[in-house]
């Protein structure tokens, strides 16, 4: 049977953790550190900014299979209505992260943002007068498209879901920071056997909002 697991005794994390199944419907258990029974679980809930601190030493080698959301400490009981924040690598997407987010904005009947932040080729720096406009605008078309293509089966899936696609010529924690003010989640994937990457570090240090890190 699906459930949330609360995997720690913060009190925002357990508000979180409480309004987050009540919109899915779902059972909630808690423990108080990371969990050694996860059969079943929809997601794990954990306190954020001084989990997010230690997040390579508890969680870091932790076998989870589910989401794993940690909610910043110092966020408001009540929770404000935001947008659900998904960044994703349009040249290498990974599904199940994808559907994480776009079901996260189902059930909260919120607009989902997703953002791909992009970077000029490496030859762009060479060139002797600067990057030629047309040039840079076919860069960037090309990413809309990548972003576009990487999204339409989950489109097709969610069709109740409103859907936000934002290529951004920033470094991806940057790209992802500037919109965390207005969001209620950002999710996040994360490979296989891989400690918490860059973005992720920033994203649990720095954003106002709890974050999930799903597993590819």
Not at 79 to 98: H, Y
Not at 162 to 176: G, I, N, R, S, T
Not at 196 to 204: C, E, F
Request: aromatic share 6%; glycine share 8%; proline share 10%.
């Amino acid at each position: 049977m699906e459930r949330v697991i609360l995997a720690c005794t913060d009190p925002a994390a357990a508000d979180w953790a409480e309004e987050e199944a009540r919109l899915r419907g779902l059972p909630l258990t808690a423990t108080n550190g990371p969990p050694t029974d996860l059969d079943g679980a929809k997601l794990v809930v954990t306190g954020g900014r001084r989990a997010g601190e230690r997040a390579d030493e508890r969680w870091g080698t932790a076998p989870i299979p589910s989401p794993l959301v940690l909610v910043p400490d110092d966020l408001a009981p009540v929770r404000r209505p935001g947008r659900v924040l998904l960044g994703v690598d349009a040249r290498d997407p990974i599904g199940a992260v994808i559907d994480f987010a776009f079901d996260c904005a189902r059930v909260r009947g919120a607009r989902l943002h997703v953002v791909h932040a992009w970077a000029l080729p490496p030859h762009a720096a060479e060139l002797p007068f600067g990057i030629p406009e047309e040039d840079r605008g076919a860069w960037e078309d090309e990413e809309v498209q990548l972003l576009a293509d990487a999204l339409r089966p989950w489109r097709e899936k969610y069709r109740e879901v409103d859907v936000l696609e934002d290529v951004l010529l920033f470094p991806p924690a940057e790209a992802l920071l500037h919109h965390c003010a207005s969001a209620a989640l950002v999710v996040l994937g994360r490979r296989p056997g891989t400690a918490w990457g860059h973005v992720s570090r920033v994203l649990l240090r720095e954003s106002p909002c709890p974050v999930a890190v799903v597993p590819a």
